[in-house]
């Protein structure tokens, strides 16, 4: 059995506001492993952000428990308001938790290496050993030519090179990523992408990504849970959230990490499928791994006189894995469809139907 170095159990947090109140969190429970990098994506407001300040309570859950790394932080099973870890020890057990931030909150009258030195102020190193401390993580994340700059004359990765080398200062076994890509580039999100997937491979840094691209997902989280407001949708590894993705807003997000939501749009409207007739339908394949080799479409005919008429085709990497998606129109008998729809979800291959009749 695997052994969480996050677990959040049945999580509530509600906001009491004059007379509103705003279930920001609704029973939310997820187990992260060591060594994961966990994508929570989700819209603004879908309550990502309080549900990671959970993890070091920085948000005091209304309801439920927190357990990071063996040790019980909050459990609200018991007492009226819950029992919480005490104060000194939720002091030494954050400093194990890494932080970053969309808008970096470095400090704009420090220097690079101060602004890294700051965060070991609390730290038992030395003055000489603090120092090749900081320079040893500018050197990690490609600055050390930079540490005497401020902040101000970086660039936004830079900037945020610059809050992960923070981040590492006292050795996290965690690092929480909160939009730490939103405000950058493409370009410069896969140069921060890629740095936290070398931190996670080179110090099997556990690492929560919470994000509103599922692209960010896509590129490094092997794990992923889909939030809408202040519930989890769905939750699995990435690979088969991509490939069997049940909610609406999941398949949203992954056509738009695909790129998918574009062609999606057009050839909804193109006659073919305008025009659907009876005996057709227009679906969707998703299929993963050592399925992609199987000659689908001819096999669909011979077996079933079944024809597929391949409107839209894509494979994506993932994890190493290729995801293949095709856009259909298959035609034939009512009998041979559905003998060739079970076929398909036999073979592991995911079938949608975007439209036509159910056969
Ligand atoms: N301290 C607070 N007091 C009252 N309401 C809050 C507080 N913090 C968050 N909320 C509300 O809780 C809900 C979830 O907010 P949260 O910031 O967790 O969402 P999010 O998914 O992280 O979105 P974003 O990316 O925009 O921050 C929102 O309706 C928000 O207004």
Redesign the pocket.
Known sequence: MSNPIISLKNID?T?T?KKKT?E??KDVSIDVNKGDIYGIV??????????V?VVNLL?VPTAGQVIVNGETFYDGSKGKDGVQIKANELRNRRRKIGMIFQHFNLLNERTVAENVAFALQHSPLKANEKKAKVAELLELVELSDRAEQFPSQLSGGQKQRVAIARALANDPEILIS??AT?ALDPKTTNQILSLLKKLNEKYHLTILL?T?EMEAVKEIANKVAV?QQ?VVLEKGSTLDIFTKPQAALTKEFIETATNQDKSLATIEESEAVANLQAGQVFARLTYSGNTTNEPLITALYQKYEVVANILYGNVEILQGTEIGSLLVILSGSQDGLTSALKNLADQGIHVEILKGQQA
């Open positions: 947090v906001f506001q705003i920001a969190v989700g819209y603004s407001g879908a309550g990502k952000s309080t549900l300040r948000q909160d939009e939103s919470i509103h939030m202040g």
